[in-house]
């Protein structure tokens, strides 16, 4: 079975553009969690979701930063507009229904590296 | 407030050499998890520790979970280079609907 699948896997844009980034999740997995990654904060939550619904974004930076999950098998996270202090490798990862795994196990993507100049 | 604290923060080490990292919080996980993650990927998931006292050993790797759930260890032994990467804890705390608190995170380098 696919791992998740991140795209695009680089972005360098400016500052002020409109960003989107994508995530395929395991099939089957019904949770996605977007995070995001730098030296100095580490690996940190941005939002969740359980079967298609956002259950906790409060790790969403501001307004600027959303995301949807339209349906099981596709999200996105949308920064608009971008700063460079978005500049960061953002992660999706997918965790089977609870009845399946019963700790949280999370699979990950491989990442998309964001550059905002 | 980081919930998980790791240390060493940096380890550079030579081939064979021992080592261990330290995952502590001042709050009981339902359970604790260990990622590895190299350069350009995302992390893996090498084990989930449980029960309090619990040691799970994968092959060089031996984990310890606390007996309060409270703290957890990673032990390598005869270390190689490609045990290189970036070693994260992550703890599940019952209540809090799936989310995982991941730690501050330890950059191992092996070197030959």
């Known amino acids: 079975d696919a791992g998740v699948i991140q795209s695009p896997r680089h972005e360098v844009t400016e500052m002020g553009q409109e960003v989107t980034l994508r995530c395929k999740p395991i099939?089957?997995?019904?949770?996605l969690f977007w995070y995001r990654q730098t030296m100095m904060r580490g690996l940190e939550l941005l939002i969740y979701?359980?079967?298609?619904?956002?259950?906790?974004d409060s790790g969403m930076p501001e307004d600027r930063f959303s995301a949807k999950m339209p349906n099981a098998s596709f999200s996105t996270l949308k920064i608009q507009p971008s700063e460079p202090r978005d500049s960061a490798v953002y992660f999706c990862?997918?965790?089977?229904?609870?009845?399946?795994?019963?700790?949280?196990?999370?699979?990950f993507g491989p990442g998309t590296r964001l550059t905002v100049l | 407030t980081q919930l998980l604290e790791q240390s060493p923060q940096f380890l550079s080490i030579q081939e064979g050499e021992n080592l261990t990292v330290y995952c502590n919080s001042s709050?009981?996980?339902?359970?604790l998890q260990w990622y590895r993650q190299e350069p350009g990927e995302g992390p893996v998931l090498l084990v989930t520790?449980?029960?309090?006292?619990e040691v799970k050993k994968l092959k060089r790797l031996t984990f310890q979970f606390g007996d309060a759930r409270k703290d957890s260890s990673l032990h390598i032994t005869a270390a190689q280079p490609g045990d290189t990467g970036l070693y994260l804890c992550?703890?599940?705390?019952?209540?809090?609907?799936?989310?995982?608190?991941f730690g501050t995170g330890t950059r191992l380098q092996v070197t030959l």
């Open positions: 709050s009981v996980f339902s359970s």
């Open positions: 990862a997918s965790s089977p229904p609870a009845g399946r795994s019963s700790y949280n196990e999370q699979f």
């Open positions: 520790v449980v029960t309090g006292g």
């Open positions: 979701f359980n079967n298609n619904v956002p259950i906790d």
């Open positions: 099939s089957g997995h019904d949770y």
């Open positions: 992550a703890g599940d705390r019952a209540g809090t609907a799936s989310k995982l608190t």
